[in-house]
């Protein structure tokens, strides 16, 4: 869930993770309060859920947003509605990474966004933000079926990385790669070979 924050006067905002009521109280949460930065956060839907009630006054204001964006129906936009950058458009998802200033959340979207063009982006916005970027882990993140890796640390061969996969490698090792996918991979082991 993308959240949009827009104090009048640039502060951190700590809100806390209580259940309040019945329904919220058996929700999975794994932190007991989240900061919120002037800008584009991201924070899970169990999380979003019991911060509601704590921020009423705030959503009434406008000064907390949810950020939803119009994609194509699948099964993970059912509703016909991204709620976070991975589901996003590229336009609209370029905007959002523009926006971030919360470390936290740019390292999450480092570590789970496929598309290069948004990489780059998440990649450039950090050292805007002088944050350290962190080390690219091919095949860490995801499974060859799409769900969560249990960071057991095993990298994904080259060999077996899909174009998308190569070119965010070779972006994060300062590689520049043009081509089809056995140009690029020849241009990557040519450049890790010196």
């Given at each position: 869930m993308l959240i949009r924050y827009k104090p009048k006067h640039d502060h951190i905002k700590c809100v806390p993770l209580i259940a309040t009521t019945?329904?919220?109280?058996?929700?999975?949460?794994e932190r007991t309060q989240v900061q919120l930065l002037p800008g584009?956060?991201?924070?899970?839907?169990?999380?979003?859920?019991?911060?509601?009630?704590h921020l009423t006054r705030e959503i009434k204001n406008g000064v907390i947003s949810t950020i939803e964006v119009n994609a194509a129906k699948?099964?993970?936009?059912?509703?016909?509605?991204?709620?976070?950058?991975?589901?996003?458009?590229?336009?609209?998802?370029?905007?959002?990474?523009g926006e971030c200033v919360n470390p936290d959340t740019l390292a999450k979207w480092h570590h789970e966004e496929t598309r290069e063009e948004i990489?780059?982006?998440?990649?450039?916005?950090m050292k805007e933000l002088n944050l350290e970027i962190p080390k690219y882990i091919p095949g860490l993140g995801t499974d060859s079926d799409g769900d969560e890796n249990d960071?057991?640390?095993e990298e994904k061969e080259l060999d077996k990385m899909n174009v998308d996969e190569l070119k965010a490698y070779a972006a994060e090792k300062g590689i520049?790669?043009?081509?089809?996918?056995?140009?690029?991979?020849?241009?990557i082991?040519?450049?890790?070979?010196?």
């Open positions: 019945a329904g919220t109280k058996n929700l999975a949460i584009t956060n991201e924070v899970t839907d169990a999380e979003w859920e019991v911060m509601k009630p699948s099964k993970k936009t059912p509703d016909g509605k991204a709620h976070d950058l991975k589901n996003m458009p590229a336009r609209e998802a370029l905007t959002i990474v990489r780059l982006a998440i990649i450039e916005r960071g057991d640390g520049t790669v043009t081509g089809n996918k056995a140009e690029i991979l020849a241009a082991k040519e450049a890790e070979a010196q």
